[in-house]
């Protein structure tokens, strides 16, 4: 875990140095211009917590909601077709990973989204950013939703089949959770990109 946040590259407050006291500026703030005007205050711990957590709520209920109505009145029927031959719902039971990837290796991607999701909630104290707090709450509401399925659907606790049912013509089944992690881990990437941390502090190569 410790790994994974320093790859990330959150700062951790309990090992930074005391700065002098000339220099030091309030805990999770700024310093304050020279002109005497009112310092620009950082995002306070509770609304970044709340953004993550309100959008992984909000993904994780979609993806539970839209799995038990195709359960409900798909599986097992005729596949309903949305946009003619592009694009279909067809309720699909899938042991792998997302996209039907590794069928053999059910409990393996069940360990990882186990530590997806703790890695992403001990990082949750550490946000300052906004875009990063969406992207991570994306990730954990999609990470949550699959993992429901493993654990609670048949054959087995941590064995179970995720529920598939978006097939695009030519491409792999897959649900709201995945699109879910694929949104955040795009959003990541672009965060990245731009130079913008977990912080919120901006970088330049």
Do not use: Q
Request: aromatic fraction near 8%; include cysteine; charged fraction near 20%.
């Amino acid at each position: 875990m410790a790994e994974a946040e320093r790859i990330i590259g959150t700062p951790d407050s309990a090992g930074a140095e005391e700065p002098a006291a000339s220099d030091a500026t309030p805990a999770g703030g700024t310093a304050a211009p020279e002109d005497g005007s009112a310092a620009p205050e950082r995002p306070t711990g509770r609304r970044r917590i709340l953004a993550l957590f309100v959008v992984a709520v909000l993904a994780y209920l979609l993806d539970l909601g839209s799995k038990m109505l195709v359960v409900a009145e798909l599986e097992g029927r005729e596949p309903i077709r949305v946009i003619g031959d592009w694009l279909r719902f067809d309720a699909i039971r899938n042991p792998g990973a997302a996209f039907g990837m590794g069928e053999a290796f059910t409990i393996i991607f069940t360990c990882i989204a186990v530590a997806v999701i703790v890695v992403i909630i001990r990082l949750a104290r550490k946000l300052y950013s906004l875009p990063w707090a969406i992207a991570l709450g994306l990730l954990l509401g999609g990470a949550l939703g699959n993992l429901t399925d493993r654990i609670f659907r048949s054959p087995g606790v941590f064995e179970g089949a995720v529920v598939d049912f978006i097939a695009p013509a030519h491409f792999a089944v897959f649900n709201l959770a995945d699109s879910a992690i694929v949104c955040g881990g795009i959003l990541i990437v672009i965060l990245s990109f731009r130079g913008l941390d977990p912080d919120g502090t901006v970088h330049k190569d």
